[in-house]
């Protein structure tokens, strides 16, 4: 099923796996987001709820989910899907050139989204994202792509315009965290366009040192 295939008609889309803003969900596409509560699980057709199959495991692991199964509530069942997903992976390609990594935001700025914990949703708490570096490493993760905010909600901070330049830098301060929390992992950066020969002095510093 293609992410096209999967989008509903009229747009009406119920998260079932845990809303970035309390009770009302927001599908990968933008659309109104409807009062849902977390479906019974079904963990054999995670991929073929969504419209977007990749953010699953954000989704999951937002502190907003507290799905009163084993992939909700706590931290450890919030990850639970990447170490299942990491562990299944490996074990069904034993190739030694086989390169399996993960793109990793460190924060959403949403309610309740990655990075904000319990307190308000422009105060950042990198705790958890940067526990989660650490057991990427842990699952000998091969790179780590590093972004922010979510496309369809926090556009601004997720991909850095002309407009809203200043976010760039938050992109090179994210990257320059993970990479002191992951020394020997391959930590790749995400900061949109750089316009000035200034930025890009500051960028090829962050990623070389």
């Known amino acids: 099923m293609t992410a096209m295939e999967a989008r509903p008609p009229n747009g009406q889309w119920r998260d079932t796996l845990g809303s970035p803003r309390g009770n009302g969900a927001w599908c990968a596409w933008n659309r109104p987001r409807l009062p849902s509560k977390p479906s019974p699980p079904r963990t054999g057709s995670l991929s073929q709820q969504k419209p977007s199959a990749r953010f699953v495991a954000s989704q999951l692991l937002r502190p907003s989910n507290q799905r009163p199964d084993r992939w909700g509530g706590s931290f450890e069942n919030r990850t639970r899907f990447i170490h299942d997903a990491y562990s299944a992976i490996r074990q069904a390609v034993t190739r030694p050139d086989f390169i399996v990594g993960s793109r990793v935001s460190l924060f959403e700025r949403l309610p309740g989204g990655i990075g904000s914990g319990a307190g308000p949703v422009e105060q950042e708490d ?31 901070l997720s991909i850095p315009t002309r407009k809203y330049r200043q976010t760039a830098f938050e992109h090179f301060r994210y990257t320059e965290t993970v990479k002191a929390h992951a020394p020997g992992t391959t930590v790749i950066g995400s900061a949109g366009r750089l316009w000035r020969t200034r930025h890009f002095r500051y960028t090829w510093r962050t990623v070389t040192r």
């Open 126 to 156: 990198l705790s958890e994202p940067l526990e989660l570096v650490a057991r990427l490493v842990e699952l000998k993760a091969d790179f780590l792509n590093v972004t922010a905010g979510d496309p369809a909600v926090t556009t601004d």
